[in-house]
C-alpha cells in the first residue's frame, strides 16, 4: 500500500457499526457527510465482477470542512485537490470479521494539512470507537 495511506483494523465490530460510527465521529466534528460511494457494488458493476472482488462490502465517505478547505486554498490553489477528504470502511472475503478504515494522508507540509491529517485522525480513532460499540 502506498505511503500515504493509513490503515486501521477494527475488531469486535461489524461493517454496519463501522459505517454508522464512521458517520456519527464526521458528524460530532460539526461536518457534513457529502457523499457515500459504493465501491464494492462500483468494481461489481464495472470492472471485476462478483467473483473476483475482494471485498464484502466496501464504500468511501467523503466529507469537507469549508474552513480548513479554505484555510488549504489560501496555502496553495492547487491544495483544493485535497478536497473533500475521505475515509475508506471495508471487509474483506478473506476475513469477514475484521473491519478496516483507511484514507490517504493530505500530508504535514503546511499548517492546512496538518490540520487535516489531525481531523483525519480525530475521526478515525472515534469511529473505531463507536464501531466497537455496535451501537
Not at 85 to 103: C, E, P
Request: proline share 4%.
Amino acid at each position: 500500500m502506498a505511503n500515504d495511506a493509513h490503515v486501521f483494523k477494527i475488531s469486535a465490530s461489524d461493517f454496519r457499526a463501522a459505517h454508522d460510527g464512521l458517520i456519527e465521529a464526521i458528524e460530532s466534528e460539526g461536518l457534513v457527510v457529502g457523499s457515500i460511494l459504493p465501491f464494492r457494488e462500483m468494481l461489481v458493476r464495472t470492472a471485476v465482477g462478483d467473483a473476483e472482488n475482494p471485498y464484502v462490502d466496501a464504500e468511501i465517505i467523503q466529507f469537507c470542512s469549508g474552513q480548513l478547505a479554505a484555510e488549504l486554498v489560501r496555502e496553495s490553489p492547487a491544495q483544493l485537490t485535497l478536497c473533500p477528504l475521505s475515509i475508506s470502511v471495508y471487509t474483506l472475503q478473506q476475513d469477514r470479521s475484521i473491519v478496516w478504515m483507511a484514507y490517504r494522508s493530505p500530508g504535514v507540509g503546511t499548517s492546512g494539512r496538518q490540520r487535516a491529517e489531525l481531523l483525519l485522525q480525530r475521526v478515525v480513532q472515534r469511529a473505531a470507537e463507536l464501531a466497537r460499540l455496535r451501537w
